[in-house]
């Protein structure tokens, strides 16, 4: 089985500062794992994925995220936020072969950026 | 290039109908997704369709069914409409053999059961 945990629902910084999302993750297998970002009523886009080359991945908009298999963590973080950057963000794993193809979702953390 | 296409945007439907939403997927996937996302939640898979076959199933009552057609476009039908199905449908599409790792969303459809 697999499954997420986003530690925190809402996060709030200050324009400028650094953003740090965090995603742990449970999978019984080597997993692929992803960053969505969902801005109000709109569908979600794919900020970056991991899908086992480079541990540390870079995304769009300066997001990244290192995949830390003996933290099982999938972090993202953002050196300066930008009040852009106010969204809700999903942490999301998935992994190769047999016969699963779902994405697993996070509850979610809500990002506010302060001017 | 278009991506994933929903219609229609917003429905409001009254308990007991049934409801039918459409999903065009971006240009080069033959494979589409869909899930709901109650407010305040992350989105939980319902089914994927791939070669007009249901693929992979979540945890969903029959009274959620899909199809897939040739040209890969989707439908998700919903019977017998309970308030709790209130949420946002999302539709996902994907290029051949990708799997899960390569799913594009598209905008959503808002449900509404009053």
């Known amino acids: 089985a697999q499954s997420v945990t986003q530690l925190g629902s809402h996060v709030s910084v200050s324009e400028g500062a650094l953003v740090l999302l965090r995603c742990n993750y449970s999978?019984?297998?080597?997993?692929?794992l992803f960053w969505y970002v969902q801005y109000p009523n709109q569908g979600l886009q794919l900020l970056l994925k991991y899908t086992s080359a480079a541990t540390l991945v870079k995304g769009i908009n300066g997001f990244e995220a290192e995949f830390k298999k003996s933290e099982t963590s999938f972090h993202l973080t953002k050196p300066s936020a930008h009040m852009s950057d106010a969204a809700e963000y999903f942490c999301?794993?998935?992994?190769?072969?047999?016969?699963?193809?779902?994405?697993?979702f996070g509850k979610g953390t809500l990002l506010t950026v302060n001017p | 290039d278009a991506g994933v296409t929903q219609s229609p945007t917003h429905l409001i439907k009254t308990r007991g109908q049934q409801v039918t939403l459409r999903c065009s997927p971006k240009?080069?996937?033959?494979?589409v997704s869909w899930y709901q996302q109650a407010l305040g939640q992350g989105p939980q898979f319902i089914f994927q369709?791939?070669?007009?076959?249901?693929?992979q199933r979540g945890n969903f009552p029959d009274r959620f069914s899909g199809h897939q057609f040739p040209n890969y476009s989707s439908e998700l039908n919903v019977n017998a409409l309970l308030l709790g199905d209130s949420a946002l449908y999302l539709c996902?599409?994907?290029?051949?053999?990708?799997?899960?790792?390569?799913?594009?969303f598209g905008p959503g459809t808002r449900l509404t059961v009053t």
């Open positions: 999978s019984s297998v080597p997993p692929y």
């Open positions: 996902a599409s994907s290029p051949y053999g990708t799997g899960a790792y390569e799913q594009y």
């Open positions: 240009s080069g996937h033959d494979t």
């Open positions: 999301a794993v998935s992994f190769s072969g047999g016969s699963n193809y779902k994405l697993t």
């Open positions: 369709y791939y070669e007009e076959e249901e693929r």
